[in-house]
């Protein structure tokens, strides 16, 4: 059993969107930075991309929520352990968790001159680079180790 059609395609352009967050972070940082020490920059498309970006993240997560919801997941495998299970649950909640509070936490600190909220979005980037690292691994690990064809399932619908 697989995800749906919707589900794999949110998955991916989440996916997409998160990285180009990640590779274009310096431009809002920097305008951040000015506009927080009284400065005015000039109109950046790489500005209003990663804010545009953002929002566009937090809206799709609540979509992925609600899909979730709605069409369930596929259960794990069954050689997978508690330990596996345990850890499977907790990066997944952790991404969601992230995927809506990085958005939030962002728009704060952009919209309400937050430099608090700065701060706690910086933070919060680790936390995300850290699970979808672990995200990452335990992917290839089913992959590679198992050989349990774990990873079809975000590839090809039922």
Same mark, same amino acid.
């Given at each position: 059993?697989?995800?749906?059609?919707?589900?794999?395609?949110?998955?991916?352009?989440?996916?997409?969107?998160?990285?180009?967050?990640?590779?274009?972070?310096?431009?809002?940082?920097?305008?951040? #930075?000015?506009?927080?020490?009284? *400065?005015? $920059?000039?109109?950046?498309?790489?500005?209003? @991309?990663?804010?545009?970006? &953002? !929002? =566009?993240?937090?809206?799709?997560?609540?979509?992925?929520?609600?899909?979730?919801?709605?069409?369930?997941?596929?259960?794990?495998?069954?050689?997978?352990?508690?330990?596996?299970?345990?850890?499977?649950?907790?990066?997944?909640?952790?991404?969601?968790?992230?995927?809506?509070?990085?958005?939030?936490? #962002?728009?704060?600190?952009?919209? *309400?001159? $937050?430099?608090?909220?700065?701060?706690?979005? @910086?933070?919060?980037?680790? &936390? !995300? =680079?850290?699970?979808?690292?672990?995200?990452?691994?335990?992917?290839?690990?089913?992959?590679?180790?198992?050989?349990?064809?774990?990873?079809?399932?975000?590839?090809?619908?039922?």
């Amino acid at each position: 059993m697989g995800y749906a059609r919707s589900q794999i395609i949110l998955h991916w352009l989440v996916f997409v969107l998160i990285a180009a967050q990640f590779i274009g972070h310096e431009p809002i940082r920097a305008a951040f #930075g000015v506009w927080m020490k009284g *400065g005015e $920059s000039a109109f950046s498309p790489l500005v209003a @991309g990663h804010v545009a970006g &953002g !929002m =566009l993240v937090l809206v799709l997560a609540l979509w992925r929520l609600g899909l979730r919801r709605k069409h369930g997941v596929p259960p794990l495998p069954e050689r997978e352990g508690p330990l596996g299970r345990a850890l499977a649950h907790l990066t997944h909640g952790m991404l969601y968790v992230l995927l809506i509070l990085m958005p939030v936490s #962002g728009a704060v600190a952009w919209f *309400g001159a $937050s430099q608090t909220a700065a701060d706690g979005h @910086g933070l919060l980037r680790f &936390g !995300m =680079l850290g699970f979808v690292a672990l995200h990452i691994i335990g992917a290839l690990y089913h992959q590679f180790v198992l050989k349990d064809d774990l990873m079809a399932r975000m590839k090809r619908a039922p």
